[in-house]
């Protein structure tokens, strides 16, 4: 019978402690990076109706996390800086934008948050090119 009863509190301690429903802090930091991803995706989107996009600070305060973790938990999972993965997200909205409108890159940069100005320099550093050459490549 004590082997038994030791047995079953082994099973018991590994199905709680080791079971499906325990989150890692491997699966936590996952969870962070998908969670940040879907609220960028959201933000961008936004913002294409005048809505403005979270600073990375408020991003992690969003997600209920200091901001310096959350900067390492997501520079440790995707190996971008949430800096580069919201400027990855508002290139690759610009580019679809450009693609599938008519809209003018001053247009498209307010949409986006930007001035005329600075969001030529930031799609030609992001590109190799201005957003007029590329919409006609």
């Known amino acids: 019978f004590a082997h038994q009863t ?10 709680l402690l080791d079971g499906p429903g ?8 996952e969870e962070i990076v998908a969670d940040f991803q879907r ?4 933000e961008v989107l936004a913002s294409r109706k005048g ?4 600073s990375v600070t408020e991003f992690a305060q969003q997600l209920f996390v200091h901001p310096s973790y959350f900067s390492q938990v997501v520079k ?5 800086s949430p800096r580069q993965l919201i ?4 290139f690759t909205e610009a580019v679809s934008i ?17 001035d005329a100005s600075n969001c030529s320099r930031f799609f030609k550093r992001k590109a190799g090119t201005t957003p007029a050459k590329y919409r006609h490549s």
């Open 51 to 54: 809505g403005k996009l979270s």
């Open 76 to 80: 440790e999972v995707s190996g971008y």
């Open 98 to 114: 450009l693609k599938s409108s008519d809209y003018s890159v001053a247009q498209i940069a307010a949409q986006l948050g930007y």
């Open 22 to 29: 325990v989150v890692s802090a491997n699966s936590r930091a």
């Open 87 to 90: 400027e990855e997200r508002i």
């Open 39 to 42: 609220l960028l995706n959201a």
């Open 6 to 15: 030791i047995a079953l509190l082994m099973l018991t301690k590994e199905l």
